[in-house]
């Protein structure tokens, strides 16, 4: 049973008298861990301690018995086995609480294992001489399992006690010889210096131990922390993307089935018939951006042509819808400056941008006009969505508890993803206008040289 530096089964000091707990397995680190250098040395030095107490231990019973056991060399025969398995329960307990955490700790009574180990080294030293040699083992006990403060008087003592044993046992009548003083006196000065490098070690495997451990929790951590960014950036996508395509494709099935039925009821079968068509058509452009949303494609309206091309099909899409339901909006696509290729990114931003416009003044604005303008102006591209409809007060939208309400926050989320600038004009009675503005830089996502405000709005219709 070992104090700090080593197996440990009790709190031990360092060299500043800092308390620090022991650590299993001769400080090897984590559970599962290549060990360290110094963690190695470790294991080493504890397993020669508790083999040259052994070794020690057997070499003086071998010379008793050798010698005949007769009289008093029964009780000393009996005590080294005694002293044997004493020792040997103390380590063997020690490695079981090292090995499972959970079995019984010895280390509050460490002190006292190492009291009961020395006073039966006391008694066979009083016996024999030949057990005196224990001793330096146990100089090296003394300073793991006690405090320094206590372990240099116990080394001290015991130095004492050796040289008092020789002394007895060589007739006791004559001062000690200088060789009987010396050797003793030089064994215990070489363990203290050997039982403080061995304290340094673990100083340094127990330190090199936590800074492992910090670093696989920070690793964790940071691991944790970027899959839980990486989740809610994807269920944000996800979000934008179902609103700006299949939400308000339902949203057009749904009122158009509404006036299909409504023209059956009026009995007027061609118009129920035309609007039934663009339901099917509506279905039919959701099923396809369903289906390159799951292999995460872009929109089919940008498949198989330019941006202008898309937004051109979305007005005469929009008009579609809005004449199959009686109410006649004029849509038109006006383009400022010389057309150029856009990164796949911005012409997705644009495009669901117009179509979560459109769809507001579709459902919301009861307009008879709306404009899409898209510029080129250079190092940015700018798309303005205009319509002469009711407008509304942006600052005054309330929330909405069935989950609409969406879409200018969906739209705002993808224009600041690309260092854009979005701005809302609105006012009861005055129409409305959507303002966005894309900078152009090397990179997608990249504004170099652009001093663009995140996208802000003060609300939203859907």
């Not at 300073?143 to 003592?157: F, K, Y």
């Not at 898309?310 to 199959?324: D, H, N, P, S, V």
Request: net charge negative.
């Amino acid at each position: 049973m070992e104090g700090n530096a080593g197996n440990t089964v009790h709190e031990g000091i360092g060299h500043e008298g800092t308390r620090h707990a022991g650590t299993p397995h001769g400080a090897t680190g984590h559970a599962g861990t290549e060990p360290t250098g110094a963690a190695v040395i470790l294991r080493v030095l504890r397993v020669s301690l508790h083999v040259g107490f052994a070794v020690l231990l057997l070499v003086a019973l071998v010379r008793l018995v050798a010698g005949g056991i007769t009289g008093q060399g029964w009780v000393t025969l009996l005590l080294a086995l005694l002293l044997a398995a004493f020792y040997l329960a103390g380590t063997v307990l020690e490695k079981r609480h090292a090995a499972h955490r959970t079995r019984f700790d010895p280390r509050p009574y460490s002190a006292w294992w190492l009291g009961g180990v020395s006073v039966l080294w006391l008694l066979l030293i009083w016996t024999s001489a030949d057990f005196v040699w224990l001793a330096f083992p146990l100089f090296f006990l003394e300073l793991h399992v006690l405090r320094r403060r206590l372990a240099l008087p116990a080394i001290a003592l015991s130095t004492l006690f050796v040289i008092g044993a020789l002394w007895f046992h060589n007739g006791g009548i004559a001062p000690p010889e200088l060789p009987m003083v010396l050797g003793p006196a030089f064994g215990a000065a070489f363990a203290v210096v050997t039982g403080l490098a061995y304290r340094a070690l673990f100083l340094e495997a127990e330190n090199q131990r936590l800074a492992a451990e910090e670093l696989r929790r920070t690793r964790a951590e940071l691991a944790r922390t970027q899959h839980n960014a990486g989740t809610l950036a994807e269920r944000t996508r996800l979000a934008r993307e179902i609103h700006d395509t299949l939400a308000q494709g339902l949203s057009s099935i749904v009122l158009m089935g509404r006036a299909a039925e409504k023209a059956l009821d009026d009995g007027e079968p061609a118009v129920a018939r035309e609007r039934l068509r663009i339901v099917r058509d509506t279905a039919a452009a959701n099923l396809a951006e369903a289906r390159n949303f799951v292999r995460a494609l872009q929109s089919p309206d940008l498949e198989d042509g330019s941006l202008v091309a898309g937004l051109l099909r979305l007005c005469e899409k929009t008009e579609a819808e809005t004449a199959a339901r009686g109410t006649g909006l004029r849509c038109r696509l006006d383009v400022e400056g010389v057309p150029v290729e856009l990164p796949a990114a911005h012409q997705t931003a644009l495009l669901r941008a117009a179509q979560a416009s459109l769809a507001n003044v579709r459902i919301h604005a009861q307009a008879s006009t709306a404009v899409v303008t898209l510029s080129f102006l250079g190092p940015e591209v700018a798309m303005d969505i205009y319509d002469d409809g009711t407008g509304f007060d942006p600052a005054a939208l309330p929330a909405r508890p069935d989950g609409s309400g969406y879409g200018l926050t969906s739209l705002r989320e993808r224009v600041a993803a690309l260092h854009g600038q979005l701005d809302i004009e609105s006012a009861p009675g005055e129409g409305t206008v959507v303002a966005i503005r894309l900078p152009l830089g090397d990179e997608p996502g990249t504004a170099p040289g652009s001093n663009a405000v995140p996208a802000q709005a003060s609300g939203d219709r859907q």
